[in-house]
């Protein structure tokens, strides 16, 4: 056996080295040493979270990714790139300056790369399809985007379109409009040296209608695949949500495409090289309620997955599945899959196998980011980075010496108070996710308040994905059993 697995590392090795001498490497390219990339996401609303699980950019360890993403931007009526949350990401009008801060962590690691994502799953893909059908459109977002970056500092935008041709209000040459799109950044990207990149869908059906993945490959300087959410409470059956590879004795039909292998393999099928693509993980796990008992926590941290075995020992059943080569737990009624330190190592050997240019985590803040729960901060993310590089995280050169300043002796006077939050309104009541006043209390639709600096709210509506409710206290769209009242 270790012969065998020795014989199929040298043939990937000989296939590696001859696609990095056939496959032409865009100028912004990283791939040029031999570090594998971390690509580390932030969801940047987690500073609204209550408690604990408050996560601010200053929470953000700079050593230990490649690639920072902070998520989200969106598109504005006008096809521009639009500033979600203006108080918290900008400084104007005594922001908090969360993209100016992220940007910054740059200056504690020189080889780090700040880049901004547009979309996600809450912007929808109606505006998206909107903008990529029309040439002056596409224009006009694209002269958006460059003084956006230049403005912020970042390094480049990640395109997180979910998904061309497919939800509501897509259009079914979104795939062609996508490639225009991705193409014209791209011609406009080089003259700057910005980097461009998208987070893909995993499964075969979107794949296959939402991407031409020869011309995307082209063009992007890397691909994260989002491999995980492969299953959710959306269905009718318990289901981890990151298996690695099918398990044939349990798996039929469309779950058998639903794995990392047959995701990250269809993709390079289709024209994907490897050395373009960026293995998805989530450092959180996808609980269900079953049919026949109590209540869990969906789409948890894992942290907090680790918190309840923790203060309930010897009550949580772990299995390990050979195939999916991550593990899952259950205890009476709630059921979790989910991902552990030995499954991240799994899943970024894997990643190696195949010569991918890294590993990518859907996110920072749902790592135990406090090292509170497995003792080392992190250690999802960094098990991933060490195993992506011969174990150790690539040490950066060391920080460039801090200029000492004389302090300020007016500077209390000049400190910034956080203001207060607007008073509430009809469907404000603080600033983060409110319910929807009008919809119940099972709703599935809830509101994103912010402060608008001036006193009064900027209102964002939301929807839960298929399947879930709007749960206020966590702040999270959930099993709709688990929403008290629902
Ligand atoms: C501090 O404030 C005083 C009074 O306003 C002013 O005279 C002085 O120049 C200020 N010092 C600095 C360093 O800004
Ligand atoms: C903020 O909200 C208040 C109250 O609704 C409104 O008067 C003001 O014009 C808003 N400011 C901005 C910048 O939108």
Request: aromatic letters at 12%.
């Amino acid at each position: 056996m270790q012969e065998l697995r020795g014989f199929v590392a040298w043939i990937v090795v000989i296939f590696t080295t001859f696609t990095a001498f056939t496959t032409h490497a865009s100028p912004t390219s990283l791939q040029s040493s031999n570090t594998k990339y971390m690509v580390c996401y932030y969801g940047s609303w987690a500073v609204y979270r209550p408690g604990r699980g408050k996560f601010d950019v200053e929470n953000i360890d700079p050593q230990i990714c490649t690639h920072l993403i902070y998520g989200f931007v969106g598109l504005s009526p006008s096809n521009e790139i639009l500033v979600l949350d203006p108080y918290n990401d900008e400084e104007e009008n005594w922001g908090r300056g969360a993209m100016k801060r992220f940007v910054n962590l740059k200056s504690q690691n020189p080889g780090l790369k700040a880049l901004v994502a547009i979309g996600g799953w809450n912007e929808g893909s109606e505006k998206y399809s909107k903008m990529a059908m029309d040439p002056a459109k596409r224009r006009t977002f694209i002269n958006s985007v460059i003084p956006f970056l230049q403005k912020h500092g970042f390094d480049g935008l990640d395109l997180d379109w979910e998904y061309p041709a497919n939800r509501e209000g897509s259009h079914p040459d979104d795939k062609q409009n996508f490639v225009h799109l991705v193409r014209e950044l791209r011609q406009e990207f080089d003259k700057y040296g910005y980097l461009l990149t998208a987070a893909v869908s995993a499964g075969e059906f979107t794949i296959r209608t939402a991407y031409d993945i020869p011309a995307l490959a082209r063009d992007f300087d890397f691909i994260n695949i989002m491999a995980y959410d492969m299953h959710g409470a959306w269905e009718t059956f318990t289901g981890h949500h990151a298996p690695l590879k099918a398990n044939p004795n349990i798996d039929f039909e469309d779950n058998l495409l639903l794995n990392l292998r047959h995701a990250v393999n269809f993709w390079m099928e289709q024209g994907a090289p490897a050395n373009k693509l960026v293995l998805g993980m989530g450092t959180y796990g996808r609980g269900f309620t079953l049919d026949n008992s109590a209540v869990n926590g969906l789409y948890a941290p894992a942290r907090q997955i680790c918190e309840r075995f923790v203060a309930e020992p010897g009550q949580w059943t772990v299995v390990q599945d050979l195939y999916y080569e991550a593990p899952y737990a259950y205890k009476d009624r709630n059921w979790v899959g989910y991902d552990n330190v030995d499954s991240m190592k799994r899943k970024a050997e894997f990643a190696l196998e195949l010569g991918l240019a890294g590993g990518m985590v859907w996110s920072l803040e749902t790592d135990d980011f406090t090292g509170h729960c497995y003792g080392e901060p992190f250690i999802l993310i960094k098990t991933i980075a060490r195993t992506l590089n011969g174990g150790v995280i690539p040490t950066p050169p060391p920080p460039p010496p801090t200029t000492t300043t004389t302090p300020d002796p007016n500077a209390s006077t000049t400190t910034t108070t956080t203001p207060a939050p607007p008073p509430p309104d009809g469907v404000c009541r603080f600033e983060g996710f409110n319910r929807d006043p009008e919809a119940g209390p099972c709703a599935t639709t809830f509101y994103w308040c912010l402060s608008n600096g001036s006193g009064g709210w900027t209102i964002y509506p939301r929807t839960c994905a298929p399947g879930t409710a709007f749960h206020e206290d966590i702040q999270a769209c959930t099993h709709p059993e688990l929403v008290p009242g629902c």
